[in-house]
């Protein structure tokens, strides 16, 4: 938070069977083979789909093309490794086949016999920093003899593994790779996933299982925000008060932000990382007091919230400490991306000094049509340019949130838009390079599917051409204002899958929202054996929560909660602060619930069911499963409401379970009257209004997700 605001070219890759001949010899027997798998894959086609797919895709973010062949690769055997590296070999390339074939299911042990063979080809090294439409473009092919991987870079072969590894399927026990042929290259060359280490600090090993999450799902930039309000977490050699007093309450040492950054670079994923200036500077201020616009801040804030404390823009020596600061965190971040924040600054500091409003007016930094009313956008431009010219001269590209946009802003600068897709719009019309976050900020805890709608160039923008193309791409946002080490994963994951397809995947293809809840499903588990713990800290939670015997109960509970939504949660009159721990029943929350929305499908098709002229053979089934499911919740509350009561840490929760149970009761009687052709009278509708109303209230921070769906059972 902040925040209280509201194609590339086509392949031309010829494939090769990997145990062919031509395979082997290289150029000069490959035209021949061409034709001969272009004979092949038209007879795939012509045969229309075969038993692999007649089973849906588990790939996230989808390819661009996909067929499915007949056949299989067993994984009875380990693959054989066998990489045609170029001169200057890609050093990301080895370490990432041989991580991807650590992960695939099958024997733990090297057989006696060779498997088949997993054949890597490349022609050059990846330029994660200086994308190209080749980049990261690749073709993966599986047929019953192998695997062939080709790409004209290093970091093609990357995305090509992450894909390999969502291929495996299982049957009776046994591991196969289905017959496949896939042709595929990013939409946005830009795919970032914001980590706000400065609200909770974050430490090493969060950021690298976070990594492996945004590799798996070819995510390629890490949004590093390193410094804000309430803490800067780099050590400082030239200014070491930044991780003495900003950093007191935990930073990164330099070691181990080169740790992270090569981490990073092994998973082709890049790390720009953000100093936000000259607002939300609370620990840059408290650190060196020099810094600041008065001498309001003594320490380093513990509240949330926009403080608009923002450093001095008018005096010398702030931008000689800059220039120290800046000097020493470029050469220890390598992207030629460097994100200096800029949002959220109010310029109330600036104008409550009589100093600082003199140099204004000095500068002429006045609105439009007046003679002194000061206007602090144009310090704020003033600021960014000499900023700009610092990161310049140290070969940096400049990246701001889209507060910074204005008609002095150099076009060199690239713009982060938070505030609508109307920010990046302009941004591009002006000559910025830009992204999109407006829409995925995963801590508003929206469901995916409204992440999944967000587009940076959707169906009819207004951009012309050469506009579409400043559009580098989006990234999701997870501020962790109430997300600490423990629990971010959650708030991240599966649901920034779903921005990843979105800013990968052609947008003709990744427009199947159900299909896509599927895949969510496949890679929330696939998250799971990676090492990121998004089920498993909720799960310990409801654990450290739960009363003896109360488990399961408080899990169903639990389960069918979701944390208010936007940023109610810091107007609810509960007064938060850094160190609040986050240890509630609302933190086990998911960000969305599963159950309810499932429930939410199960409700539909018992109403398309009873609306069908004739009713459908599995209709029925549905209306007991509907029913079973609505006297859980009843017998849930029976056996929750004591425990509840009796648990200081959970007695605010008691009253969300008695209206969980309250709306099953409404439910049943209206399933009933369904079932029987009887109208809801007057007198129920009454009641089951009450009982809706009553429903959709929260109580500690979290509310019941299936109201919409009890809305449309109820018919109200
Ligand atoms: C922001 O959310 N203030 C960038």
Same mark, same amino acid.
């Given at each position: 938070m902040k925040h209280f605001a509201p194609g590339a070219a086509r392949s031309t890759t010829t494939y090769l069977p990997v145990s062919s001949p031509a395979a082997r010899q290289g150029p000069g027997a490959r035209a021949a083979q061409c034709g001969a798998t272009l004979a092949l894959l038209l007879l795939l086609a012509l045969l229309g789909p075969g038993p692999a797919a007649a089973q849906p895709s588990p790939l996230l973010p989808q390819p661009a093309e996909l067929r499915w062949g007949t056949g299989r690769l067993a994984l009875g055997a380990p693959l054989q490794l066998q990489i045609t590296a170029p001169a200057a070999p890609d050093p990301a390339v080895r370490p990432a086949a041989l991580r991807a074939l650590g992960r695939l299911p099958g024997p733990g042990r090297a057989p006696k016999t060779a498997g088949p063979v997993l054949q890597i080809r490349y022609g050059r090294a990846g330029q994660p920093a200086r994308p190209g439409p080749d980049e990261e473009r690749y073709s993966l092919r599986v047929t019953p003899d192998g695997v062939l991987i080709d790409a004209p870079t290093g970091l093609g072969v990357l995305r090509a593994l992450a894909t390999l590894e969502q291929l495996p399927r299982t049957e009776n026990g046994r591991a196969y790779l289905p017959e496949a042929d896939i042709l595929d290259r990013p939409r946005f060359a830009w795919r970032g996933l914001l980590l706000d280490a400065a609200r909770h600090f974050l430490p090493v090993a969060v950021i690298k299982r976070n990594l492996d999450g945004m590799a798996a799902v070819k995510?390629? @930039?890490?949004?590093?925000?390193?410094?804000?309000d309430q803490g800067f977490r780099v050590e400082s050699k030239l200014l070491p008060r930044l991780q003495q007093v900003g950093g007191a309450t935990g930073y990164y040492t330099q070691a181990q932000v080169r740790e992270v950054v090569a981490y990073a670079a092994a998973r082709g994923i890049r790390v720009v990382p953000e100093f936000d200036?000259?607002?939300?500077?609370g620990a840059l201020v408290a650190s060196y007091p020099r810094l600041a616009s008065n001498d309001s801040v003594r320490a380093v804030p513990v509240r949330w919230g926009v403080l608009n404390i923002a450093i001095d823009p008018t005096r010398e020596t702030t931008y000689a400490v800059l220039d120290s600061l800046l000097t020493e965190m470029a050469g220890l971040f390598p992207d030629p991306y460097f994100h @200096?924040?800029?949002?959220?600054?109010?310029?109330r500091q600036w104008r409550h000094n009589p100093r600082i409003v003199a140099f204004m007016r000095d500068k002429k930094m006045v609105k439009a049509g007046t003679a002194d009313a000061v206007d602090k956008h144009q310090l704020q431009t003033y600021f960014n340019r000499r900023v700009l010219a610092l990161l310049a001269a140290r070969g940096k590209t400049m990246v701001g949130w889209d507060e910074i946009l204005g008609p002095d802003l150099p076009p060199a600068v690239a713009i982060q838009s938070w505030r609508g897709a109307k920010g990046l719009n302009e941004a591009v019309r002006l000559g910025h390079p830009a992204l999109l976050s407006n829409g995925y900020y995963l801590d508003l805890l929206h469901p995916a599917a409204d992440l999944y709608a967000a587009d940076p160039l959707p169906a009819g923008t207004p951009l012309d051409a050469a506009q579409q193309a400043l559009v580098l791409g989006g990234e999701a946002a997870m501020w962790s204002e109430f997300a600490d080490s423990a629990l971010v994963d959650a708030r991240v994951w599966p649901r920034a899958a779903a921005v990843a397809e979105r800013l990968w995947s052609p947008q003709a293809t990744a427009q199947d929202v159900p299909a896509l809840y599927r895949r969510l499903a496949l890679v929330s588990d696939q998250l799971e054996t990676l090492g990121l713990r998004h089920r498993r800290a909720p799960a310990q939670l409801l654990q450290q929560l739960a009363p003896p015997g109360a488990l399961g109960p408080l899990a169903t509970l639990a389960g069918m909660l979701e944390p208010v939504k936007d940023y109610k949660r810091h107007f609810q009159g509960f007064v938060y602060t850094t160190q609040t721990p986050l240890s509630r029943l609302v933190d086990a929350a998911?960000?969305?619930?599963d159950a309810a929305r499932q429930f939410g499908a199960v409700v539909d098709s018992v109403l398309a069911g009873l609306a069908a002229p004739v009713r459908p053979p599995a209709a029925a089934r549905q209306r007991l499963a509907l029913r079973a499911q609505l006297l859980r919740w009843q017998a849930n509350d029976a056996a929750l409401q004591p425990m509840l009561l009796a648990s200081p840490a959970l007695r605010e929760y008691a009253p969300l379970s008695t209206r969980l149970g309250a709306l099953a009761t409404v439910l049943l009687e209206r399933l009933a009257q369904l079932e029987t052709n009887r109208p809801a009278l007057p007198v129920w509708q009454v009641t089951a209004r009450a009982t809706l109303a009553d429903a959709q209230l929260p109580a500690g921070q979290a509310e019941l997700a299936v109201v919409k769906a009890a809305r449309r059972l109820a018919g109200l």
């Open positions: 995510l390629n @930039v890490l949004h590093w925000h390193l410094c804000d200036l000259p607002g939300h500077a @200096v924040g800029g949002d959220e600054n109010d310029g998911p960000a969305e619930s």
